[in-house]
């Protein structure tokens, strides 16, 4: 028997939910989903697997498609327990109606779906919440974790439900992802850049290059903003402007700690 636990994460919420699940769970191992895809022999064998992502835009990232149409259609598991862990800034709305059709379409079905409700850090929308209201929510976010992490030991059932309208709210989700990817032409990157490409190394997608010492965007952004929270000199502005300001986030590597 093999377990895995497969993540994607932006600003770092959803991989510090995977970190914190994999202490709870007999995990064989924890690995971002770009690394999966790099490599889909890490995953040949398992018969239980796990998925760790969040909803931008209703849906899932656009790695997630990938990932679940091409390396887990590819590799056909036999799989026995497969769970789906959402994170979202509190719409969660298709996103498991969504990535339910994606696995079918793939050859899989989720034993179990679950979301938890993160600090949103989509900044062109929400005002960052000050500390204080952080800590109230990351306790949620613990004792979720927690419930979650009983159930997946449990090995419960618990199905996506296919909500009215899903197959139309998918269409428009899928046609979306092309016009995503653009979106990282609103980052302005200041005087304050220092060039020490933590944007670059950290991105997710690899939407970062560095050209003379400077981030340059190659247009597949995720919108994940992780690139902008992670900076240290706050070096990424918007443009326009958010209209509630500007706010950074650093989630904690533990929500149970």
């Known amino acids: 028997m093999k377990s895995a636990l497969c993540y994607f994460s932006g600003a770092g919420n959803s991989k510090a ?9 007999p995990l064989d191992s924890i690995l971002p989903i770009a690394d999966a895809m790099k490599d889909p022999s890490l995953l040949e064998g398992t ?16 790695l997630m498609k990938r990932f ?14 497969l769970f789906v862990i959402l994170t979202h800034g509190g719409m969660p709305f298709y996103a498991a109606s969504i990535t339910d059709r994606l696995l079918a379409e793939a050859g899989y079905a989720a034993s179990y779906v679950g979301s938890i409700a ?23 976010i613990a004792q979720r974790i927690e419930k979650i992490g009983k159930e997946l030991l449990e090995q419960q059932l618990k199905v996506a439900t296919r909500l009215p309208l899903s197959r139309l709210l998918h269409t428009m989700w899928d046609r979306s992802l092309e016009l995503r990817g653009e979106k990282d ?11 020490c490409a933590l944007c670059a190394r950290t ?4 939407n970062i290059s560095m050209e003379g ?38 989630p904690p ?5």
Do not use: N
Not at 68 to 81: F, R, S, V
Not at 185 to 192: E, G, K, L, N, Q
Not at 221 to 250: M, N, S
């Open 47 to 62: 018969d239980t697997l796990g998925l760790v992502f969040p909803i931008y835009f209703y849906g899932p990232p656009a």
């Open 17 to 25: 939910v995977a970190h914190d699940l994999g202490s709870m769970l």
């Open 68 to 81: 679940i149409l091409e390396t887990l259609h590819a590799l056909d598991l036999q799989l026995d327990y």
């Open 203 to 206: 991105c997710p997608v690899k």
């Open 253 to 257: 590597k533990s929500f149970k700690a």
């Open 118 to 140: 993160m600090v949103d850090t989509y900044v062109p929308l929400f005002r960052m919440p000050d500390s204080k209201k952080q800590t109230v929510k990351h306790a949620k």
């Open 213 to 250: 010492g400077k981030p340059t965007f190659l247009h597949a952004c995720e919108q994940c903003f992780g690139c902008y929270h992670r900076c240290p000199e706050h070096a990424i502005a918007l443009d326009p402007k958010p209209l509630r300001g500007y706010g950074w986030y650093t």
């Open 185 to 195: 032409r609103h980052f302005v990157i200041t005087d304050a850049c220092t060039g």
